[in-house]
């Protein structure tokens, strides 16, 4: 399961953001179908895709099946862990999405992919162990 | 001279083509318009990889000519998060009950 990240839900919709080839080019790379958003990521992309005919490419992406709705709250309750991480991580003043998305992305089967430097350098899991990234983070 | 075009069918089809035959359905008309529709059907229906999706919606709704850069880059968490902390302050002053 791949896990995206706002950056690279945003550039894949938005053909004027500066990472939009580099989205684009690695969505084809993809051998992973397994495509995730989760509903904070989502949220955060709706206010930054402002224009309608951006918001209609979302939807009509998400509505295509092209990638589905991460659920891993409802159904592994975990909420309680992404309360510890934003503990844990306070001094840095991390979204509720990045910590929802580590929480989400902590099966080893998972990984996300993001243009967000942190998740790399900073973020890690719950264990201390280093975030499985879809893609490595050019700097 | 058009191609021509065999078609196998089941006991229950022949039954059903025999039965329209004899209300004066012409059947090769009625594959005819059947393989038209089904490829209209096929040239408007968005393709199913994630990629191709989304190119097919990146042309079905383009970019205004007016279009202008967006002013966010989003993977600067904290200019995201001051600008969603704006664009939530405008709309709670907008529902405040006067």
Redesign the interface.
């Known amino acids: 399961m791949i896990l995206l990240d706002?950056?690279v839900l945003?550039?894949?919709?938005?053909?004027?953001?500066?990472?939009a080839d580099r989205a684009?080019h690695q969505?084809?790379s993809?051998k992973e179908?397994n495509?995730r958003v989760t509903l904070p990521v989502l949220t955060?992309a709706w206010?930054?895709l402002?224009?309608p005919?951006?918001r209609?490419?979302l939807i009509?992406?998400l509505r295509?099946?092209?990638?589905q709705i991460a659920s891993a709250m409802e159904e592994r309750q975990v909420i309680a862990e992404v309360w510890q991480w934003l503990e844990q991580y306070q001094e840095h003043d991390p979204?509720f999405a990045?910590a929802h998305l580590v929480i989400c992305a902590a099966d080893k089967r998972s990984s996300i992919w993001t243009?967000?430097?942190?998740f790399a350098h900073l973020w890690r899991h719950l264990d201390g162990t280093r975030i499985r990234l879809t893609f490595p983070i050019r700097s | 001279m058009g191609r021509l075009l065999n078609i196998r069918l089941s006991k229950q089809d022949a039954a059903v083509v025999d039965q329209l035959r004899r209300k004066g359905v012409v059947v090769s008309d009625l594959v005819r318009v059947a393989l038209r529709d089904e490829y209209a059907k096929q040239q408007d229906a968005?393709p199913?990889?994630?990629?191709d999706?989304?190119?097919w919606?990146?042309r079905?709704?383009?970019?205004?000519a007016s279009?202008?850069?967006?002013r966010?880059?989003?993977?600067n968490?904290k200019k995201?998060?001051a600008?969603?902390r704006d664009?939530l302050k405008k709309r709670s002053g907008k529902r405040k009950v006067a």
Do not use: N
Not at chain 2, 48 to 51: G, H, I, L, T
């Open positions: 706002t950056s945003v550039a894949l919709c938005d053909r004027s953001d500066h990472l684009m969505l084809r993809l179908r495509l955060e206010h930054l402002e224009q005919w951006l209609k490419i009509e992406w295509g099946r092209a990638v979204d990045d243009y967000d430097s942190e | 968005p199913s990889s994630p990629a999706l989304l190119e919606l990146h079905k709704y383009p970019a205004p279009q202008t850069t967006r966010i880059d989003a993977t968490r995201v998060a600008f969603l664009r």
